[in-house]
T-cell receptor, first 112, second 115 residues
Framework: QKEVEQNSGPLSVPEGAIASLNCTYS??????FFWYRQYSGKSPELIMS????GDKEDGRFTAQLNKASQYVSLLIRDSQPSDSATYLC????????????FGRGTSLIVHP | GAVVSQHPSWVICKSGTSVKIECRSL??????MFWYRQFPKQSLMLMAT?????????EQGVEKDKFLINHASLTLSTLTVTSAHPEDSSFYIC???????????FGPGTRLTVL
């Protein structure tokens, strides 16, 4: 059974700090990786996707993928209180399968 | 781009009635749509996957006769909760993807309360 593991948190960081969110996955054949943000009472919204080993940057967000170690992480620089949310990691097996496996999410709290 | 809408955003119904939730992809054709359910402070739970023109594929433990899914066009999928009961009260979220990408885009969700 494919598993995606995330620390449920909460992860608490001060405003302006770097928040580091981690995710590990069990299926070594996974090819696509996604980070979603979900505010309380709202649906998930896509932050970014990553497909290749290394870093991918988009504004204050950086996704890091290491397929050999089977982990993907999300760094949020200059964290703001508005970043306080649950961050979901999703992993696709690829190869024609488009049904992702979601982690349970990490709750992030950015305090002023 | 990649906007997904859901209607209604919230609904309250009496036990035993049926409720239909619509999911639309507004600016792209969705070859596949997904239906999720999320209880308070719980993770997303995939209920079913539907491809346009085909029968939906339900996850284990999800009653297909209770949760009817129709994906009649490339921009519309519906979920009907039949004979709803209070335990069906939840946040129902759809998502959609195109044939050219494996990225899912989520709708805003529908909060169902069954009295």
């Amino acid at each position: 059974q494919k598993e995606v593991e995330q620390n449920s948190g909460p992860l608490s960081v001060p405003e302006g700090a770097i928040a580091s969110l981690n995710c590990t996955y069990s299926d070594r054949g996974s090819q696509s990786f996604f980070w979603y943000r979900q505010y309380s009472g709202k649906s998930p919204e896509l932050i970014m996707s990553i497909y290749s080993n290394g870093d991918k940057e988009d504004g204050r967000f950086t996704a890091q993928l290491n397929k050999a170690s089977q982990y993907v992480s999300l760094l949020i620089r200059d964290s703001q209180p508005s970043d306080s949310a649950t961050y979901l990691c999703a992993v696709n097996e690829g190869g024609g399968s488009y049904i992702p496996t979601f982690g349970r999410g990490t709750s992030l709290i950015v305090h002023p | 781009g990649a906007v997904v809408s859901q209607h209604p955003s919230w609904v309250i119904c009496k036990s035993g009635t049926s409720v239909k939730i619509e999911c639309r992809s507004l600016d792209f054709q969705a070859t596949t749509m997904f239906w999720y359910r999320q209880f308070p402070k719980q993770s997303l739970m995939l209920m079913a996957t539907s491809n346009e023109g085909s029968k939906a594929t339900y996850e284990q433990g999800v009653e297909k006769d209770k949760f009817l899914i129709n994906h009649a066009s490339l921009t519309l999928s519906t979920l009907t909760v039949t004979s709803a009961h209070p335990e069906d009260s939840s946040f129902y979220i759809c998502s959609a993807r195109t044939s050219s990408t494996d990225t899912q885009y989520f709708g805003p969700g529908t909060r169902l309360t069954v009295l």
